[in-house]
């Protein structure tokens, strides 16, 4: 089955993380972990980091994207 890519150009996708068999998300930079309590570990990409991993609540994708984008926003 073919998946659509996301349209938005700060969302560039999502794959499937084959050593975990969990999905997750790149954006802006960084990647988006589901973990098993249902929280998520954001993490950047690559070095230089601009913000420290961190977890993120259980909420939506679109929840962690927003609290990304304000991390970015407010330290940067």
Known sequence: ???EQPTSPMAIATSL???TDRWVVRY???VLIPQSDLTWLVR???SPMQLLPF???ASSVADVKALVDWRLNHNG
Request: aromatic share 6%.
């Open 44 to 46: 950047p990409e690559r």
């Open 55 to 57: 977890r993120a609540p």
């Open 17 to 19: 993380d084959l050593q």
């Open 1 to 3: 089955m073919h998946q």
């Open 28 to 30: 802006r930079g960084f």
